[in-house]
């Protein structure tokens, strides 16, 4: 075992529901001790801020411009991940921490035109925490031809080394839905699979005024509309094959919008499982066992529609020994160290960068 850090890693990734803070200890590679984690909700107030940012950000062509109400946001949110921070460190975890994985806030994902842009700033957060920040670990894949996403798949592979079976399908939903195929050898393949949260909780917020559809009660009242969902599924995306990912305003509503609100729910609900589902035509073996992490574990109706799909065993991350409100934070702590120690973080096989590469910049305290 290589010389053990502990690191701090910060996500809030596309959703817009808060943050995710996490505490570990890894060598980054093998050794990996989850220390402490805590969710830091935003309030109406502030996501209603980030969505006019995700607004700013559509006409982005220099990502370091921060145009309209960015600059303000991008502040706010540092100032929100530090306080998260030191939210984290009053629970009295003991030991220096050593690095911030600092995630920021995806505001426009576009491989294709080689940007991406977290908002976000390194520097100020190692300022106001008084320690070393690695933030902006997408860009270097980016610019060398890469999706910069998923990220999280090394991290997946650590932890999943504890599990009996193979090969395993690691699905984080998040704003997006994201899988790490890992196989008996270690192999890794991973993209975006469609759809995760977004678009549930974009109907929800448009619809109620509530940020999600609680434990999925809204789209278990109401019936899958077939032909939306099929006008959904022809989304130009799904005929990609992996390396691919997205960005969290890629799908649009429209084909719901006639519906009742639990009719759309649930027909949303239905195109974030089919989409994930469908994601097992680029696995060179069937997953034996699915292990989901991210807040759409917690939709019960979301969960079913998943298991009644992939047929195979499918468990929430806490039946797999996992966070799954953390294992995004943990991986932000976990590639954080890797950054420092000039370890890769993005493969051929999950990103499409032509040789694994490492990421990220360090802002010292």
Not at 14 to 23: E, F, P, Q, R
Not at 115 to 136: K, S, W
Request: proline share 5%; hydrophobic share 45%; glycine share 12%.
């Amino acid at each position: 075992m290589g010389k053990t850090m502990r690191a701090i890693g910060l996500m809030s990734g596309t959703s817009m529901d808060g943050i995710d803070v996490a505490l570990i200890e890894t060598d980054g590679e093998n050794h990996v001790e989850r220390l402490a984690c805590l969710t830091v909700p935003y309030d109406a107030p502030f996501r209603s801020d980030l969505a006019a940012a995700l607004e700013e950000a559509l006409a982005l062509t220099d990502r370091t411009a921060r145009p309209g109400c960015l600059a303000a946001v991008e502040q706010e949110l540092t100032r929100r991940h530090g306080s998260a921070i030191a939210q984290l460190l009053a629970q009295g975890t003991g030991g220096d921490v050593d690095v911030i994985g600092f995630h920021g806030q995806t505001v426009l994902h576009a491989p294709q035109r080689q940007l991406t842009v977290q908002i976000g700033d390194g520097a100020a957060l190692a300022r106001h925490t008084g320690l070393d920040v690695v933030y902006d670990l997408r860009a270097a894949d980016v610019a060398a031809g890469g999706q910069g996403a998923p990220l999280a798949p090394v991290y997946h592979r650590a932890l999943a080394a504890r599990l009996p079976e193979r090969p395993v399908a690691v699905l984080n939903i998040g704003g997006v839905g994201n899988v790490t195929w890992i196989g008996r050898d270690g192999t890794l393949i991973a993209f975006d699979t469609g759809p995760g949260n977004a678009l549930i909780d974009d109907w929800i917020q448009g619809r109620t005024g509530r940020a999600i559809d609680a434990d999925g009660a809204i789209a278990a009242a109401g019936k899958v509309d077939e032909d939306a969902l099929l006008v959904l599924l022809t989304h130009g995306y799904f005929g990609q094959v992996p390396p691919k990912s997205l960005d969290r305003n890629a799908f649009s509503l429209d084909p719901v919008r006639h519906l009742a609100l639990e009719d759309g729910a649930a027909t949303l609900t239905a195109f974030t499982a089919t989409s994930i589902a469908r994601a097992r035509e680029h696995f060179p073996e069937e997953p034996k066992l699915w292990v989901i992490s991210g807040g759409g574990r917690r939709n019960r109706t979301l969960m079913s529609m998943v298991a009644s799909q992939v047929e195979s065993a499918v468990a929430p991350a806490e039946a797999a020994g996992f966070d799954g409100d953390a294992v995004e934070a943990e991986a932000w702590a976990y590639m954080a160290v890797r950054s420092l120690k000039g370890l890769p973080i993005t493969f051929p096989g999950t990103t499409g960068v032509s040789t694994p590469l490492t990421g990220g910049v360090l802002a010292r305290k």
